[in-house]
């Protein structure tokens, strides 16, 4: 079986745009592949973040991903910060990174375009940090959003680096790029993406939304004058995305939902689609509530961080040879 590995940083509330675009993904690679997600906390700190909120933010993230049907027994779930590995490794990635390539690196480059200020050596030296994630377990494939792709061919440059410099070591990932995930716009400016940073919260559906919230949120909708019902991303963008939401809920083709709507109202539409979000929501959050009172997020990270230790030390101890550490 070939493995997949994904970083998930803790810094925000999840939303039904990386429900459709993540997560239900997750699901079914879980069954294709060996995989191996965790929560990146050591790259959360890049930019400041409160204890409390980061503590909250990671049980949240590990309870969500196991309510949306993340199985710990077919993937390992664990924290970035519990295996010591990470660190270690992305010190050695570090020396094997030339300043040049990490001054070339998008993320940090447009930071410091914009002249923003207190910009962390965390945020500099986050690539090759999350080369040593990847790299520890030997992974195939690192499915990312376009915005990470460089940072996976950074990864296979410095793994091919330290290969040649020393001798076979690290397998060279692949980025999985694939638009497998649909994506999720915004309810209330449907030419923009669904997003937590978005500034109108009536745009964004959390997963922890109240589902009557997140129901009026769907019935206020912007859609259009034309008035049928019918699937076209160009003319009718916010239709055409709460066609995308309905059918990714359910699992109903777009064709289908559409040939049942003919001849009927946007209003009708819409209070099938909040129904179908109030459920969704609704069962989630009790699997969530369940998961969250269970102590389950503990046992499943604690079984994660031994899973992975075992990989990722057997890596470490390799490359603490070869580069001379271990005399
Ligand atoms: P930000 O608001 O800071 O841009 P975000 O809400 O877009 O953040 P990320 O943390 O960047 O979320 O993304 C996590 C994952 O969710 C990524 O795999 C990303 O592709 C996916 N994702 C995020 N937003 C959407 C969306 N609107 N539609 C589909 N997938 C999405
Ligand atoms: N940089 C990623 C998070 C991340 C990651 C990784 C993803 C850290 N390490 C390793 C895949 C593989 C982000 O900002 N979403």
Not at 116 to 119: D, H, L, Q, R, T
Not at 188 to 191: G, I, K, L, M, V
Not at 231 to 235: G, R
């Given at each position: 079986m070939k493995r997949m590995l994904s970083g998930i940083k803790p810094t925000g509330r999840l939303h039904l745009g990386n429900y459709i675009g993540a997560i239900s993904q997750f699901k079914k690679y879980q069954d294709e592949y060996e995989m191996f997600i965790f929560i990146a906390n050591e790259h959360a700190i890049t930019v400041p973040i409160e204890a409390k909120d980061l503590r909250k933010n990671t049980k949240d993230l590990v309870a969500l991903y196991l309510a949306c049907g993340l199985d710990p027994s077919k993937a390992t779930i664990f924290l970035?910060?519990?295996?010591s590995a990470h660190a270690k490794l992305g010190w050695v990635m570090t020396c094997m990174s030339y300043m040049g390539e990490l001054q070339r690196m998008t993320q940090y480059k447009d930071k410091t375009a914009k002249g923003?200020?207190?910009?962390t050596a965390g945020l500099f030296t986050y690539p090759p940090l999350m080369a040593a994630d990847i790299l520890l377990y030997d992974a195939d494939y690192v499915p990312v959003g376009v915005d990470q792709k460089q940072h996976v061919e950074l990864t296979r440059t410095l793994a091919e680096r330290f290969n040649h410099r020393y001798s076979d070591t690290f397998k060279i990932p692949e980025p999985l790029?694939?638009?497998v995930g649909q994506k999720v716009y915004s309810l209330?400016?449907?030419?923009k993406k669904m997003s937590?940073?978005?500034?109108?919260?009536?745009?964004t559906i959390d997963l922890l939304d109240d589902p009557a919230a997140a129901r009026k949120k769907i019935m206020s909708a912007k859609t259009d004058s034309i008035g049928i019902i019918q699937?076209?991303?160009?003319?009718q963008p916010g239709l055409a995305n709460l066609l995308t939401i309905q059918s990714v809920l359910t699992g109903e083709p777009v064709e289908s939902i559409v040939s049942r709507y003919e001849g009927k109202g946007y209003g009708e539409l819409k209070k099938e689609i909040g129904q179908t979000v109030f459920d969704f929501l609704t069962d989630l959050q009790a699997r969530y509530n369940e998961i969250l009172t269970s102590g389950k997020v503990d046992e499943v990270l604690k079984e994660g961080a031994e899973k992975a230790s075992f990989i990722a030390n057997k890596k470490i101890r390799k490359v603490y040879k070869k580069i001379g550490f271990t005399i």
């Open positions: 970035q910060s519990d295996v923003e200020a207190g910009i790029t694939t638009k209330q400016d449907p030419t937590k940073s978005a500034s109108d919260p009536k745009g699937y076209d991303p160009q003319d």
